[in-house]
């Protein structure tokens, strides 16, 4: 079994606002520091972006990094407007000579660079000798950048090789792992809309992790940037590498005579967004079970727990049946005594 710090993986989501627009884009970075993120990318698609990231870090706690592509000088203004990290694709920077200019800018600020190659932009001349994107073909386009790179005398570096296919990414990863040192940045690029995004995230993120690969994460989601992180951090728990409240609930079969949805949609909403239901950092298992025939053995791994009967639930703390409630009261009843707990 892989053994790692659990303190070391950390979660990196991305801006949907346009970077320019300061006072949205300090809104939306605040509020996914407040649920969990740890660092956050920006476009810097223009001068505008770039200078924007002067005021945004002065209105931030988290480390940010700028997304930048084609343009160097976007680098350069990104790189003395403050931002912690670039992510780049040397790709398509353009001449050696770019490069230089930025890697020697961040070197002076003692900051890393990202070298972020998608499978989508992969060099024409890799392409052609692979015919098609592999991992051989991915990881061959990184090392070139590392080399490039080293060459200015620039170390600081961080990988990312991310594809849009689980598979494809997964294999690059662990090429990549076992050819170079450096910290690696994981996530399946394009992954989709919030339900297969997150099915398709969480396999790939979650195998590399298994392995012990990656550093940070990322969970690309067309959807709300929160919703990233409450899958990322749901992704380092159920593997143990986060500590946080997990609810364990029971499908529900035709032996159960309780709403077991509806509870446990209620409990780990409150929990979520309750501050005055768990107290910052808490770890607990609550288990939801619908009937008497696993719900008490379950509820006796978790903390709390509740378990239907008939006209009647029972919450269990630590094992103990403490208490019998009808049906309607039963989240009501479950939140008070986790309220006493806490
Ligand atoms: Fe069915 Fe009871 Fe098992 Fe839930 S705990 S799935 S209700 S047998």
Redo the contacts with the bound molecule.
């Keep these: 079994m892989i053994i790692r710090d659990k303190s070391k993986i950390t979660i990196q989501s991305m801006t949907k606002t346009k970077t320019a627009d300061t006072a949205a884009t300090i809104t939306q970075i605040n509020s996914l520091a407040a649920i969990g993120c740890d660092i956050i990318r920006v476009a810097v698609p223009d001068i505008e972006s770039a200078d924007a990231i002067a005021k945004i870090k002065g209105n931030i706690t988290i480390p940010l990094v700028a997304c930048i592509h084609f343009d160097h000088r976007l680098a350069l203004r990104a790189i003395e407007a403050g931002a912690d990290k670039i992510r780049i694709n040397p790709g398509n920077i353009g001449s050696k000579e770019n490069v230089k200019e930025i890697a020697d800018a961040c070197n002076k600020k003692n900051i890393p660079i990202r070298i972020g190659v998608n499978g989508g932009s992969l060099e024409k001349e890799i392409l052609a000798k692979y015919k098609a994107v592999t991992p051989e073909a991915m990881v061959e386009s990184i090392m070139n950048h590392i080399k490039l790179l080293n060459e200015f005398d620039f170390d600081n570096i961080w990988l990312s090789a991310k594809t849009s296919s689980v598979p494809l990414t997964v294999d690059t990863y662990r090429l990549l792992y076992e050819q170079t040192n450096y910290p690696l940045h994981i996530g399946i690029t394009e992954a989709g809309t919030q339900y297969t995004g997150i099915i398709k995230s969480s396999i790939g993120i979650g195998a590399l992790l298994l392995d012990g690969i990656g550093d940070t994460i990322r969970v690309s989601l067309t959807a709300e940037p929160e919703e990233e992180i409450k899958a990322a951090k749901a992704i380092l728990q159920a593997l143990n590498l986060r500590s946080g409240t997990d609810i364990i609930s029971?499908?529900?079969?035709?032996?159960?005579n309780i709403d077991?949805m509806k509870i446990a949609q209620e409990v780990e909403q409150a929990i979520e967004t309750g501050s005055t239901v768990l107290a910052p950092d808490t770890t607990l298992t609550i288990a939801i079970?619908?009937?008497?025939?696993?719900?008490p053995g379950?509820a006796k791994q978790a903390d709390f727990g509740i378990?239907?009967g008939n006209n009647e639930g029972v919450i269990f703390a630590k094992g103990e049946i403490i208490k019998k409630a009808p049906m309607n009261n039963l989240v009501f009843e479950l939140l008070e005594i986790m309220r006493a707990h806490k």
């Design positions: 029971c499908p529900t079969c035709g032996r159960c077991v079970m619908g009937c008497a025939v696993n719900g379950e378990a239907g």
